[in-house]
Nanobody, 126 residues
Framework: EVQVVESGGGSVQAGGSLRLSCATS????????MGWFRRAPGKEREPVAIVDLQGTANYSASVEGRFTLSQDYAKNTLFLQMNNLGPEDTAAYYCVAGPCIDEMPIVQALIVAGYWGQGTQVTVSS
């Protein structure tokens, strides 16, 4: 059984930092693409950062330069380092792991076939 568990959320002031963790189990970690999505109050879920099987990360324009993905392959864990946080980053953050599907964008593949965590709340005050 695939399990995806997020942690590391919390409340910070604008300009602060947080590091989210996504611990996974139940599958060959290196065979899944992974990503972070978020859903802010009153808004739709949006992709934040994704990583492919080669370890190449891509970020949404709104977080580019502030957020960084990293992985601990020994612990099957994906991290999202978030710096210079602003109130606009307030959201529930969800980690997702899933098979990369040929000829399908990773974001779409994760939405269609990914395994999702329960989410972790990030609140940034001004």
């Amino acid at each position: 059984e695939v399990q995806v568990v997020e942690s590391g959320g919390g409340s910070v002031q604008a300009g602060g930092s947080l590091r989210l963790s996504c611990a996974t189990s139940g599958y060959n970690y290196k065979m899944f693409c992974m990503g972070w999505f978020r859903r802010a109050p009153g808004k739709e879920r949006e992709p934040v950062a994704i990583v492919d099987l080669q370890g190449t990360a891509n970020y949404s324009a709104s977080v580019e330069g502030r957020f960084t993905l990293s992985q601990d392959y020994a612990k099957n864990t994906l991290f999202l380092q978030m710096n210079n946080l602003g109130p606009e980053d307030t959201a529930a953050y969800y980690c997702v792991a899933g098979p990369c599907i040929d000829e399908m964008p990773i974001v779409q593949a994760l939405i269609v076939a990914g395994y999702w965590g329960q989410g972790t709340q990030v609140t940034v005050s001004s």
